[in-house]
């Protein structure tokens, strides 16, 4: 339960504290490959929307801004907390192999 709230904060906080960072400094950057760079970790699902649904999808989030930023928040919402809780279980597994190979603490001496 807590592995599950920890990802869901962090797939909200990491989205949101890139977006504060990156967002001012990609007006002081002329290069348009670099300003598509610095969209991309958080803009990601409507670039994979446009490319893989356009007639579908394409109307819908070029025309309401409002639906495209709640798919966009969703999506990095969702896809960032998957992240963060895979990696939580892999590490929680990783402890649990080194705990069950250890030997046996040794007995007390008094």
Not at 16 to 22: H, I, L, R, S
Not at 94 to 101: F, G, P, S, V
Request: net charge neutral.
């Amino acid at each position: 339960m807590r592995r599950a709230a920890l990802s869901l904060l962090s797939g909200a906080a990491f989205p949101f504290c890139y977006a504060v960072a990156a967002g001012p400094l990609s007006t002081f950057v002329d290069d348009y490959r670099i300003q598509t760079l610095l969209y991309l970790p958080v803009g990601w699902p409507r670039v994979l929307a446009l490319h893989l649904f356009p007639p579908l999808i394409a109307k819908l989030l070029v025309d309401n801004e409002t639906a495209s930023l709640l798919y966009i928040i969703g999506s990095d919402v969702l896809f960032y907390a998957l992240l963060t809780y895979f990696a939580l279980l892999a590490f929680s597994f990783k402890r649990a192999a080194i705990n069950e190979d250890s030997p046996p603490p040794p007995p007390d001496v008094l």
